[in-house]
């Protein structure tokens, strides 16, 4: 059965990446996301894998590709 989860923005807005990492720099590996989008708090997103180290890639009509990365602590599993 695939994995099927909803949640729901908390703690404010929430900003969307296109790769599972912020727009700050890694020390160690320089690694830099670029924002897509922009969750509005209490939205309700839709989670079709698992989160992993702490991102979820959601999906939402709130971003324009569709879908991004937004840190797990953003958001609560409904």
Not at 4 to 28: C, E, R, S, T
Not at 36 to 49: D, E, P, R
Request: net charge neutral; charged share 15%.
């Amino acid at each position: 059965m695939p994995y099927q989860q909803f949640a729901k923005v908390i703690g404010g807005d929430a900003d969307v990446f296109d790769i599972a990492h912020n727009d700050v720099p890694d020390p160690k590996t320089g690694v830099v996301a670029a924002k897509v989008g922009k969750l509005t708090n209490g939205s309700q997103v839709y989670i079709g894998v698992p989160c992993k180290n702490g991102w979820c890639q959601v999906n939402s009509n709130q971003i324009q590709r569709g879908y991004g990365f937004v840190e797990q602590s953003h958001l609560q599993f409904i």
